[in-house]
């Protein structure tokens, strides 16, 4: 949905562009309170990602294993510009997915602060483990 006439469409719930790590702008308005980060593969394997997952909260995507790790260095710049009081981190149960994780984790510790991080792992079968 595009919702024009809109004096700051990045701001409407709902409506946030880009999702990609690597195009988010680590000043991007729309980081704010609870912040998504999942792994590319989940919303594919979960029905009613968006709904089960995300609802209103800023979200952000990539695969720890396809990425260059340089994109995800990004993550200390977006925790240290932004009002961010929690993350959630949606990943897939399989090895490669576990760094994401960890790769959070380890950025919001670089950024200096003190973010509590969630981790919800998504079976093959596209349930919640």
């Known amino acids: 949905t595009i919702i024009m ?3 700051n469409m990045m701001a409407v719930p709902g409506v946030q562009w880009p999702i990609q ?5 680590p000043m ?3 980081l704010k309170v ?14 009613n990602f968006k709904q089960q997952f995300v609802g209103k909260d800023p979200l952000v995507i990539g695969c720890p294993k396809l990425d260059d790790r340089a994109r995800f260095d990004r993550l200390v ?4 510009n932004n009002p961010i009081d929690r993350v959630r981190v949606i990943r897939m149960e399989v090895p490669c997915c576990s760094q994401l994780t960890r ?6 510790e670089a950024s200096g602060k003190s973010i509590p991080c ?9 349930g919640k483990l």
Request: aromatic share 6%; with cysteine.
């Open 5 to 7: 006439g809109h004096p």
């Open 21 to 25: 790590l690597a195009l988010v702008s």
């Open 28 to 30: 991007s308005d729309f």
């Open 34 to 47: 609870t912040l998504i980060i999942g792994a590319d593969c989940t919303a594919f394997k979960v029905d």
């Open 77 to 80: 710049e977006i925790f240290k």
């Open 103 to 108: 790769i959070v984790k380890a950025s919001i």
């Open 118 to 126: 969630e981790e919800t792992v998504i079976g093959r079968d596209g």
